[in-house]
């Protein structure tokens, strides 16, 4: 079964929409424009019922089906990033500085594609929640739903999720049972010496030559502190001190991430983080102040759960289109939490157009071939996970 004839009729309207939220991001926890105009295209396919409210901007569309049975949940992530955008698009976004640079504006659009066709279809029985969840990028959205009471409100036996994956082939889908992402970890270090003039260096404590042997040491809490069959990232990001060319400044302060899949290696990989770090500075007659915040669990696949969306994905594009992913991403994602507390999985959409941009670049856009298929992906996974019985 290849993608839904009556999906593909409004392919050109799924564009359009998908060029709109392209063309109005925005950022965390302030996704307005955008819940007004998901929540104007659910009423306009006549849902049953839109909740509101949770985790402020989240909305989650009902739609039941001819006959009662089981619930399941499908979610799209709905935030842009904190990025200027380079892709020269017609479309391209008029928010200065914020651009949906991960392609959620098209994860947006290809579950309101599923949407209009269930809603018109009801080809099903029981019930579908269709979630969409704000600030995916770094605030937890997904934690803040699930503690708003996105499972009490909306009762479910699964839920599923889906992400475009340009490393992969377009129209491909790619899968991995247990983790598929890792846990996630924001790292902030400050670093106080003694400010002193740059040509007196002997008068200060140099807080930027210590932060460089912190960053050099901090390299091998992974290379030699890690098990080499276990997966383990730490990669400080930004560094920030002093103003001019001829002045030792007081301070640094640097942030970073840590990855991992086991609880033992986040474990040594805070420890070593905070030793590291305090004990360089101290050595040098600094200070050093770590915070190591666990901001993301990882994102486990339940076996059975993935079983049934290989099943959907293989009747969309095909066995030969349905492909394991060898290894897990290092990358982090807070549907992590909605799995957390419920039966479910997450698959890959290969939206790959040969060598192009990558996720959260600048030139970043998402691939409008795919809207349908990732529709469609959506529909045929509630039809055979809610099939008819009569």
Known sequence: MPVINRIAEFHAEMTEWRHDLHRYPELSLHEDRTCEVV???????????IITGMARTGLVGVIHGRGPGEAIGLRADMDALPITEETGAAYASENPGVMHACGHDGHMTMLLGATKYLAETRNFDGTVYVIFQPAEENLGGGRVMVNDGLFARCPMRMIFGMHN??????GTFAWRKGPIMA?????????????SHGAQPHLGIDPIVISAQIIGALQTLVSRSIDPADCGVVTIGHINAGHVFNIIPEKVHMLGTGRWFTPEVGDRLEAGVCKLATGIAESFGAHAEVVFERAYPPLVNEPEATDLTLKAARAVVGDARVVPMEKPSMGGEDFAFMLDAK???????????GNGPGLHHPKFDFNDDMLPLGASYWAVLTEQLLARKG
């Open 183 to 195: 846990a996630v970890a924001n790292i902030e270090i400050t670093v106080t010496g003694r400010g």
């Open 165 to 170: 994956w340009p490393a992969f082939p377009a």
């Open 343 to 353: 039966q479910g999985s997450y698959i890959m959409l290969g939206s790959g157009r």
């Open 39 to 49: 929540r104007q295209k659910l009423q306009g396919f006549g849902v049953d019922e």
